[in-house]
Nanobody, 123 residues
Framework: HVQLVESGGGSVQAGGSLRLSCAPS????????WGWARQAPGKEREGVAA???????FYTPSVKGRFTISKDNAKNVVYLEMNNLKPEDTGMYYC??????????????????WGPGTQVTVS
């Protein structure tokens, strides 16, 4: 069973940047939509960003203009570049994947493949 592994989380001050990476335990072809979701303490998990097989991107409104999702098909890695981080961005960030396309960012929550998460703390 394919597992996803996130890396790159950490603690930063407000206004800082982090880049998260996600790699599968075995090769996953380009026909997947990849996404990032996050969950803050006491809050529901929310879809943050996604990129589909055609490189179309989706973002939740609160991160538009600050976060960028990208993928490197050759390396089979997906990235989430996070700039101008705010304390409200604090949470556990999860990588997810599923075959097919999405229409809304919240569809990331229905994906079948998930990583264990990486913590992002902004103070």
């Amino acid at each position: 069973h394919v597992q996803l592994v996130e890396s790159g989380g950490g603690s930063v001050q407000a206004g800082g940047s982090l880049r998260l990476s996600c790699a599968p335990s075995e090769y996953m072809d380009s026909r997947y939509t990849w996404g990032w979701a996050r969950q803050a303490p006491g809050k529901e998990r929310e879809g943050v960003a996604a990129i589909d097989e055609d490189a179309a991107t989706f973002y939740t409104p609160s991160v538009k203009g600050r976060f960028t999702i990208s993928k490197d098909n050759a390396k089979n890695v997906v990235y989430l570049e996070m700039n101008n981080l705010k304390p409200e961005d604090t949470g556990m960030y999860y990588c997810a994947a599923e075959r097919g396309h999405i229409v809304r960012i919240r569809e990331v929550l229905d994906f079948g493949y998930w990583g264990p998460g990486t913590q992002v703390t902004v103070s």
